[in-house]
Every structure is written in C-alpha cells, then in structure tokens.
C-alpha cells in the first residue's frame, strides 16, 4: 500500500488593518515625542494649550482649571472658552483620518499637527492595553468615550456615549481617567507639573489659572486680562512660506473642497493671507503669476504640483504683501514678569529685563524675551548646583509663543545678552 502524502499546511494571505498600530506605546511616543513617563505632562500640556488658543481666537481673555488627582487617577482641564462642537468630537473619534486644523498652516501658534486629542484618547489604553476612559464635556453634553481593541479586526473599538452634562454648561472641560497599572507615573510627576504649570503663567499675561495637585489649590489671576498675542485665527503670511509649504497648504484646500462639492479659486485662497484679502491687492497678484480667473486647482495636474506656478504665485504674494513685523507677534513686557518675581521672592533692585525683537536672514521675525531676579534665600543653594561654578539665575525665555528652557551662567548672560 502507497505511502499517503504528509498533510501540507496551506497559508493564507491575512488581510488585518494596521490602525492600531498607532496607538501603541512605541507609537505614541514616536507622534508626541516623549515617554510614557511624560504622557501626564503631555496631557496637561496639549489641552491647556487648546484651552488658551480655543479661547485666544473667541476673544475671550483665559480662564482654566486644571486638576490633577493620583487618588483618583484623574488628570483634567477646564476652561471658559466657546467650546467644542459634537461634530468636532465625532472626528477627533475616527482614527482612519487626521483631522487638524493646524498642519497645513504656517504661523508661530502653539502646537503645528493638531492631532493632541487623538494621542490622548488612545494613551490610557496604550499603557493598560484593555481599555481607557476620557470624557469630554462642552456645550451642555457629556461625551464618555471608552477606547479599547478589536483583536479579531486589529482595529479600535471605541464606544461613544453622550448624555446631558450635568456640570459643564460654559466652555470645555477633558478628563482622562489614568489606569492603576501606570499609577507610579502619575504620581512621579508631581514637580514637574507644577514647574510646567508655572511657565504658563510667566508666558501668558492674559491667563488666570487655578491648578489643584491633589486637591491642593494654587490660584494666580490675570496681570493683563487684555494681552494679546498672534492668533491661529488671524490670516497667516506669504512670507512664511516656501514654495513646497504654500503647495501643501493648497492642495489641503483643494482636497477639502472636492470632498464638499466646491471650487475654490485662487483669488479666495489669496484672501486668506495678511496684506493680501483687498480685491486690488488680489488683481495685481493673479495678474502677475499669470492665473486670473483660475481655479486653485489649476496649481496641481494629476495630482502633482505644477512647481513653476507655485512658485509664480508665491513670488507675487510676497512682492504685493509686507512681511509681519515682529512686535505684531505680542510682547509679554517687562511688568508681567516684574510683578511675578515680586511674588516668588524676588529683590525689585535685582530686576532685570531684555527684548530683543528682529528677522532672521530668512525675514522670518522672532521675539526673545528674558528676565532675571536675584532670590537671596536661594543664592547658596544655586551656588551649589552650579557644576562649574558660576551663580546661576532661572530665567524664563519666549520665541514666537515657545518656552526655551534652559540655564544659563551669569556672566555669559551679562556679556551676550543684557549688555547687548
């Protein structure tokens, strides 16, 4: 009798979507940019900067609340400001699509992927890997959303629940529940909350904050309700632009429209930058990168940019507008920060402040604000810290709207900078 064939194992090709694939730990931190060890932190960070700038474009001078609770595992954000939409939340839920309103954009605004929602969504859940909780509450409903894993499709299984909010009437307020696996980071973070919390304060003048750590209140209200600074909201400039940025950001617009039934021309796209929203203004630009009466979609054939009209356009939008001065990107001043070193024990006589405001080689312009004060309690103990030596003062320093920490020794400062 033959001997029968050895059975054979025939394999198939699986088809499986990768989108949770982004919501692992090595991911995440590769989107946002740190360890998990800092994800508090980062979730602290990314909604007070969406509170500010939520705020910031309504015109409404800040009023946020942040509580941080390690009993409880809830880390939260409040605010006052217009707040959030269903629809807005309903997309930030859709993890096949990025949904931003800030990364076709150039302007020295916080955040440039607009996606902070999404990543903090999928954190608990990608530190626990069964499922995390955020809600969202904004507009009189409560948004509980409950992010977990299809392990048969390999996809996220989020369910959304929305109810009438029963606390939030005004403004937006996000809380992430953090899992007990990850408690320890939690509350390891302690001292750099309040150390990140505090450069909310010296670089917003117009922010009153209440920041509770364990239902221990620290209140700081406003120096200059007033302050203004460049908006998200406010029309964004050629001179920002390189040829391939300008065809990034048309072609954002050019695929949204499509996706809306609507044609845009170049003459409306022109509307949206500083200098340029005047029908005069807009004649001599199209006339002279040679595209009146076109649509935006004629800088693009076959889905790749036509480079020689981009940059046609470019060099007539930055030869009709003015570039941005850098005082009109705001200026904190040096009253602010006099008054907070007052309060954090500061000598008066020991105040010093410097701006310096000015355009790179590129006319790109920056603000660089810096201030220092002598703590004499904490003279010996600076002393001590210092590796090499020299006293040292903390200083806080501001770049288009950016925190810069760092230290730097007292003499270099004296010499390169406040005797400039």
Known sequence: MAASAPARLERIAFRTSRLLDFVGRRELTAQIGHAPESWPLVIVKELVDNALDACEEAEIAPEIEVRVNTDTGEISVADNGPGIRPETVADILDFGVRVSSREAYVSPTRGAQGNALK????????????????????????????????????????????????????????????????????????????????????????????????????????????WQKWRACDLTSAHWYDAPRLARYAAALVSHDQDHARERTVREFLGEFRGLSGSGKQKHVIEAAGMARLPLAALFEDGAADAERVAALLRAMCQHSRPVKPKDLGVIGSDHWRKLCAGVGGRDNTFRYRRIAEEDENGIPYVVEAAFVARPHHAARAEAESPSGNKRRGHACRTNGITIPCVIPRMAVQRDFWEA
């Open 119 to 226: 990543t903090i969504i999928a954190m608990p859940f990608a530190l626990d890997s069964g499922k995390g909780e955020t809600i969202i509450e904004s507009r009189g409903i409560e948004h509980r959303i409950v992010f977990a894993a299809d392990q048969v499709r390999q996809e996220p299984k989020i369910e959304h629940l929305t109810a009438a909010s029963q606390i939030v009437r005004n403004g937006t307020c996000v809380t992430v529940r953090w899992p007990d696996s990850a408690s320890a980071m939690l509350a390891g973070a302690g001292k750099r909350f309040l150390q990140m919390v505090s450069e909310y304060i010296f670089l917003n003048p117009h922010l009153t904050l209440r920041y509770y750590w364990n239902n221990r209140l620290t209140q700081v209200p406003a120096s200059e309700p007033r």
